[in-house]
Each structure stands twice: as C-alpha cells, then as structure tokens.
C-alpha cells in the first residue's frame, strides 16, 4: 500500500540507501514487510548494481566457495541492473524454497530469524551510492541478494539457516520460564549475542575448507570486492578451525575489515554448529557470554519477549 500512496512523490528519486523517500515512507507508516517499487530505482542505482557486479566477478572465481558459484548462476542475476525480487523467487524458490522478502529497514532479532525459520530471507531494497562503492554499514540490495542469496540455493546450507531460525523459538521458549525480570533480561541479552556473534563469524563472515584451499562463503566477505581478497590471502587475518565457545564470546567491529575468522569443514559441519549451540543454550552456556559488541537493542529484546 505504502508504495502506490507515495509514488507520484518518490518517482525519479531514486533507491539509493539513507536517501529513499520512498523507504522513509514506509517506515513512518511503520511497514517492515514492503513490495519492491523496481520502477523507482534510478539510472545511478542500476549503475551502482553494475559496477559492483562487474568488479566482484573475478574475485568470486578465485575466492567464492563452490556452492556459491553455482548459486550466481542458478539465479541468473543480470549483471548490469539492479534485480526483480520477483524474478530471484522464481529461480530460488524451487531449488530450497527460500525466498527473498522485501523489508524497510532493520529487523528485530527474533522476528529476523523466525523468517530463516519459515525460508524467507529479509532483503533490503536500497543500494549504495555509486561513488561510495567500497563500505557501507547499512546492508543493501548487493550484500543481500548478491552476498547473501546465493547461498540460499544450496540444500545444506538453507537448512542451517532454518535450523537457526529454530534455535530463537528454543530461546524464547527458554527465557519465559525465568519468574525475575532482571535474570531474564540478562540471560535473554547474553542469548541474542551469542547467536548474532556465533551468525557473523558464520553466516557473514565465515571460511570453509575445500579441496582447492581455503574459500570464502560468508556473504560479508563475497560481497565485499576488497574484503573477499584480503580475507583468503592477507597475512594480517587469524584463521582458526571454529569453535563455539570462543565465536560466542568474540566481539566484533563492522566497520573495518575483519582480523579474525573461523573456518568449517563444510555445510553439515556447519549444521550441526548450529545444533550444539542450541544444546548450550538449554543447559545454559549462553546466559552469560563476555560482553561486547554487538549491542542489544529494545527491538531485539522485545521481539524475543512478545514470542516467549
């Protein structure tokens, strides 16, 4: 609804992240869950799309794992605009039936990982600046649908994204059992960190061991044109096998490239990371993680409690 009320306003103005009035709309009018108004994106937007495209290619030949190689092309992405939702669903959906949802802005932990859960991947429909094409905080249209949504076509790999998504309904379930407000607090904080640093030394950031050395599989890293490079080959970055006890205690700053990374065996490896973090967590062994980055927020905190 939000975008047939503010066409006529948003039209020519482009999709460009922080500078979308369309998305500012839809936050005012609090719509998370929004459609994809492809026509408003700008010449400069589908310039932007093809220059990260373009540049990123060759560093996936040499760096991107092999899973994510065959996504890419699965999904047929047009190198040169910025792609259709639409047209990314109806090549994902029937290889693991994830899709990619449109969303607005920043979505609250719980409900972030409840849609994992029922294989929708929250998608952010802005894109960089094309004279700012080297770091942005906020994720866009590239991260997500070029770093991220490859992955989503491998079997084993989106069955650890839902098994992810199952692991914050435990968690729920786990903290609305505690009576005291302040220990639940605590506990339910020290439980999202956890998670959000065990997913960013993983899913985001995270190396896997292949016949053909270390690749990259994190979407953090494959949408990262410098990152990816530095990553696999820079003397500066600690690599060790991943464990969990030190993922979920490790901070983390997303503003700078990373200088430490974990490595997995590979997917199924991976998915049953993720099965024995959850097993932590019922006896208890996230309730009281280092503390550090990544804050918590209300949303986060609260979007747990509503589930509990």
């Known amino acids: 609804m939000a975008a047939s009320l503010t066409f006529t306003e948003t039209a020519g103005a482009g999709l460009t992240t922080t500078e979308a009035p369309f998305i500012e709309h839809a936050r005012q009018a609090g719509n998370l869950f929004i459609q994809q108004p ?8 589908h310039e932007a799309w093809s220059a990260l495209f373009s540049r990123i290619t060759t560093r996936w030949e040499r760096y991107a794992n092999l899973h994510f190689l065959r996504g890419v092309s699965s999904l047929c992405l ?8 639409a047209d990314v669903n109806r090549f994902l959906s029937p290889l693991t039936g994830f899709q990619a949802r ?16 029922n294989r929708q991947f929250p998608t952010t429909i802005t894109i960089r600046r094309r004279d700012k094409l080297d770091y942005l905080p906020e994720p866009d249209i590239f991260h997500d649908i070029a770093g991220h949504v490859p992955m989503h076509t491998d079997k084993a790999f989106a069955d650890v994204l839902v098994r992810f998504g199952k692991c914050a309904h435990t968690a729920a379930e786990l903290v609305s059992g505690i009576r005291d407000r302040e220990t639940r607090i605590h506990s339910l904080t ?3 960190r956890a998670m959000a640093r065990f997913f960013w030394f993983t899913v985001e950031f995270g190396l896997m061991r292949s016949s053909d ?13 410098g990152e990816i490079e530095h990553a696999i080959e820079s003397p500066e970055v600690q690599r060790f096998p991943i464990q969990i006890e030190w993922a979920i205690n490790q901070s983390f700053e ?41 804050a918590v927020s209300e949303s986060d ?7 509990g």
Request: hydrophobic content about 40%; proline content about 6%.
């Open 38 to 45: 492809y026509e408003l994106y700008s010449e400069e937007n």
């Open 301 to 307: 905190l609260e979007s747990f409690l509503a589930k």
């Open 213 to 225: 050395g270390l690749k990259a599989y994190g979407s953090g890293l494959l949408s990262s044109y």
């Open 78 to 85: 047009d190198p040169h605009h910025v792609p259709r939702l």
């Open 254 to 294: 997303i503003d700078r490239y990373q200088p430490l990374l974990f490595i997995v065996d590979s997917f199924d490896h991976l998915f049953s990371l993720v099965g024995e973090l959850e097993r932590w967590m019922k006896a208890g062994r996230l309730s009281n993680v280092a503390p550090g980055e990544p």
């Open 102 to 117: 449109a969303v607005s802005g920043y979505v609250p932990a719980f409900l972030f990982f409840d849609c994992l859960r």
């Open 190 to 192: 020290s439980i999202i």
